[in-house]
T-cell receptor, first 115, second 109 residues
Framework: GAVVSQHPSWVICKSGTSVKIECRSL??????MFWYRQFPKQSLMLMAT?????????EQGVEKDKFLINHASLTLSTLTVTSAHPEDSSFYIC???????????FGPGTRLTVL | SQQGEEDPQALSIQEGENATMNCSYK?????LQWYRQNSGRGLVHLIL?????REKHSGRLRVTLDTSKKSSSLLITASRAADTASYFC?????????FGTGTRLLVSP
């Protein structure tokens, strides 16, 4: 299957700083990328959907100014957690697909810990 | 919330036994998928069943889908300790995947 990578795999930062997480599709062009958030022992919650070259669509309750998403190319999307706080500590997972009819492929996740 | 629900929330069995997990969802779907997640790790895609299919097999996995009841089940036969993980169903309604609440499976040797 297709490969999606995330970087970094884990990050620890101080409260108030911003953190950028990258999601890359390595062997296909991803017209759509998705960002999920997962708290311990809970399910994945979709945060936003991003299409290459356009603004991301955020799910209800997700702060657009807090979680900045950029999908500047067909192989790269970034999630920036701005002014991170301890409650933003979570496991962030991205996924990508080549088109509406195609399967989503998931990245390995990024564990964010905000001190 | 559009999130699907799974039951049981947790399941503990012995090696060699079968494990059955159920998933219920709320909206029309294009397909339903099952994923496995080991603790603190990424997702592993297990199987996809389309809305016009009723049953699908893959190795020791058997998935059923009842669109009239908006429900699906995942059966793992002859379980192994390595099957210990969380299992999630995810419904694909053309736009995005919506994950269920998950079942934590513990298989004891």
């Amino acid at each position: 299957g297709a490969v999606v990578s995330q970087h970094p795999s884990w990050v620890i930062c101080k409260s108030g700083t911003s953190v950028k997480i990258e999601c890359r599709s390595l062997d296909f062009q991803a017209t759509t990328m998705f960002w999920y958030r997962q708290f311990p022992k809970q399910s994945l919650m979709l945060m936003a959907t991003s299409n290459e070259g356009s603004k991301a669509t955020y799910e209800q309750g997700v702060e657009k100014d807090k979680f900045l998403i950029n999908h500047a190319s067909l192989t790269l999307s970034t999630l920036t957690v701005t002014s991170a706080h301890p409650e933003d500590s979570s496991f962030y997972i991205c996924s990508a697909r080549a088109g509406v009819i195609y399967e989503q492929f998931f990245g390995p996740g990024t564990r964010l810990t905000v001190l | 919330s559009q999130q699907g629900e799974e039951d049981p929330q947790a399941l503990s069995i012995q090696e060699g036994e079968n494990a059955t997990m159920n998933c219920s969802y709320k909206t029309s779907i294009n397909n339903l998928q099952w994923y496995r997640q080991n603790s603190g790790r990424g997702l592993v895609h297990l199987i996809l069943i389309r809305s016009n299919e009723r049953e699908k097999h893959s190795g020791r996995l058997r998935v059923t889908l009842d669109t009239s009841k908006k429900s699906s089940s995942l059966l793992i036969t002859a379980s192994r300790a390595a099957d210990t993980a969380s299992y999630f169903c995810a419904t694909d309604g053309f736009q995005k995947l919506v994950f269920g609440t998950g079942t934590r499976l513990l298989v004891s040797p």
